[in-house]
Antibody, heavy 118, light 109 residues
Framework: QVQLVESGGGVVQPGTSLRLSCVAS????????FHWVRQAPGKGLEWLAV????????YYAESVKGRFTVSRDNFRNTLYLQMNSLRVEDTAVYYC???????????WGQGTLVTVSS | QAGLTQPPSVSKGLRQTATLTCTGN????????AVWLQQHQGHPPKCLFY???NRLSGISERFSAARSGNTASLTITGLQPEDEADYYC???????????FGGGTKLTV
């Protein structure tokens, strides 16, 4: 069945880096774009980035532009989020979600928790 | 980054009707409409409607979506206890080249 599984979260110190992964299965990976969305504890959803199949077809939220980089490995059916210079306020559950262009944000993974703390 | 405006909370009784709103501008909601998501406590979000107001397969017909100008709305009829959740809208903003979310509405039944 269609599934997205995030991993790579954990507890890190401010200023460090972390790479999240989102492994897709049950469908043709290259036919879809993928979003990263985060949710800080007790807060709402914040869109971070989207990556489409074409290598440079990516978009970012202003809040993470220059610090976060989204990429995808179409052979490994995997989406990545490289997060640099992490801040306490980056603490959140990070989700990936699929997008077909006319069928957006469906489905979502279960999320991976990133805690930035000294 | 400018987001969409949703009322923080709505409270309705069992079997009543709730209409949740999502207000943006001509660059986002007014441009191509909004996606509606439902999130139960402790679970990831689930998409209810795509931007073209298409209800996802498996979503109850008690849920409907509409758009008028720069405001999208989600209407839930015959409210049930399981409808109690947070509801989010999201839209592509053509001026920002980014997706924006509303702050979410907590629906209490």
């Amino acid at each position: 069945q269609v599934q997205l599984v995030e991993s790579g979260g954990g507890v890190v110190q401010p200023g460090t880096s972390l790479r999240l992964s989102c492994v897709a299965s049950g469908f043709t990976f290259t036919n879809f774009g993928f979003h990263w969305v985060r949710q800080a504890p007790g807060k709402g959803l914040e869109w971070l980035a989207v990556a489409w199949s074409a290598a440079n077809d990516k978009y970012y939220a202003e809040s993470v532009k220059g610090r976060f980089t989204v990429s995808r490995d179409n052979f490994r059916n995997t989406l990545y989020l490289q997060m640099n210079s992490l801040r306490v306020e980056d603490t959140a559950v990070y989700y990936c979600a699929r997008d077909r262009g006319d069928e957006e944000f469906d489905p979502w993974g279960q999320g991976t928790l990133v805690t930035v703390s000294s | 980054q400018a987001g969409l405006t949703q009322p923080p909370s709505v409270s309705k009784g069992l079997r009543q009707t709730a209409t949740l709103t999502c207000t943006g501008n001509s660059n986002n909601v007014g441009y191509e409409g909004a996606v509606w998501l439902q999130q139960h406590q402790g679970h990831p979000p689930k998409c209810l409607f795509y931007r073209k107001n298409n209800r996802l397969s498996g979503i109850s017909e008690r849920f409907s979506a509409a758009r008028s100008g720069n405001t999208a709305s989600l209407t839930i009829t015959g409210l049930q206890p399981e409808d109690e959740a947070d509801y989010y809208c999201s839209a592509w903003d053509s001026s920002l080249s980014a997706w924006v979310f509303g702050g979410g509405t907590k629906l209490t039944v």
